[in-house]
Nanobody, 123 residues
Framework: VQLQASGGGLVQAGGSLRFSCAAS????????IGWFRQAPGKEREFVAA????????YYADSVKGRFAISRDNAKDTVPLHMNSLKPEDTAVYYC?????????????????WGQGTLVTVSS
């Protein structure tokens, strides 16, 4: 399973950014897709995920109402739209795939990881 993340960059507080996680259509059919992030000196934490079966979405409380995960079937990508960004959103963001029965926020249960992409939010 290969996951290719793109997007990210530098943005001012209050701004918006968009990521995409690209993978094969088979991957999206078999795996839940999620985003995690790791800030300097902190552990990697769950951000958002979308179900492989019914496109149900799940969010960490810290991003609920500001971030939106979706599926673009035409492009075989899972975008993450991030709005109202805060300096505390600064982190390396990772796309991940989980083949388990239900979506979990437990990092250790996710099966595959893409490379990270850096987001820096300036105050």
């Amino acid at each position: 399973v290969q996951l290719q993340a793109s997007g990210g960059g530098l943005v001012q507080a209050g701004g918006s950014l968009r990521f995409s996680c690209a993978a094969s259509r088979r991957t999206f059919r078999l795996y839940h897709i999620g985003w995690f992030r790791q800030a300097p000196g902190k552990e990697r934490e769950f951000v958002a995920a979308i179900s492989r079966s019914d496109d149900s979405t799940y969010y960490a409380d810290s991003v609920k109402g500001r971030f939106a995960i979706s599926r673009d079937n035409a492009k075989d990508t899972v975008p993450l739209h991030m709005n109202s960004l805060k300096p505390e959103d600064t982190a390396v963001y990772y796309c991940a795939a989980d083949g388990g029965p239900v979506i979990t926020s437990r990092r250790s249960l996710w099966d595959y990881w893409g490379q990270g992409t850096l987001v820096t939010v300036s105050s």
